[in-house]
């Protein structure tokens, strides 16, 4: 009995650390997705190899929108909740059949944004659009080839701006020389 009894101990205390680290794995799953912005900007942007300079410049840039967009929201009084009450009506109106600025609108109005906070939120809407035409900028012609299309959605021919913009610079050194 005394044999069985200090076999179960032995096994008790081998298998406890083994479930303390699988708590703690998934734990760490969960707070992983709850990074910062930037590491989350970063993230979608983890296939284009960015350099170290080029991560430091992305990061900046966030900072500065980041900075921006907290003093238009506190000057319109956009409060968490509200965001996150504008959240859940965007979802709850995610399968409507209503499109457009007829969606925006039925959104806003359902979460309570007044005047002033709809055009706060266009604001940070397009502070962040800017931020992510200049991310791109700073890329490479083959680190634009790999941005995801759903970074640059909205940011109406980022792409093609920036191909351009490169091309453009490419002429004029050969122009020069």
């Known amino acids: 009995m005394s044999k069985f009894c200090l076999s179960l101990f032995v096994v008790t ?8 680290d699988e708590d703690s794995e998934k734990k760490k799953r969960g707070q992983r997705n709850r990074g910062n912005a930037a590491t989350q900007l970063l993230t979608q942007l983890k296939d284009l190899n960015l350099t170290d300079d080029q991560v430091a410049k992305v990061k900046e840039l966030h900072k500065e929108s980041l900075g ?7 000057t ?6 509200l965001v996150k009450k504008r959240a859940e009506v965007q979802k709850k109106l995610r399968g409507s059949d209503k499109k457009g600025k007829e969606l925006l609108n039925l959104i806003n109005s359902e979460a309570g944004y ?7 939120t266009a604001k940070i809407n397009a502070l962040r659009l800017e931020m992510k035409k ?3 900028a700073l890329c490479s012609d083959e680190q634009k080839a790999k941005i995801p299309a759903n970074f640059i959605r909205g940011t109406k021919n980022a792409k093609k701006d920036a191909a351009e913009k490169t091309s453009t ?9």
């Open 114 to 120: 007044n005047k002033e906070q709809i055009e706060a």
């Open 134 to 136: 200049k991310v791109v």
């Open 76 to 81: 319109a009084g956009i409060t968490p909740e």
């Open 68 to 74: 921006k967009a907290k003093e238009i929201r506190e």
């Open 169 to 177: 610079k490419k002429k004029n050194r050969k122009q020069s020389s």
């Open 13 to 20: 205390l081998l298998i406890s650390p083994c479930l303390a």
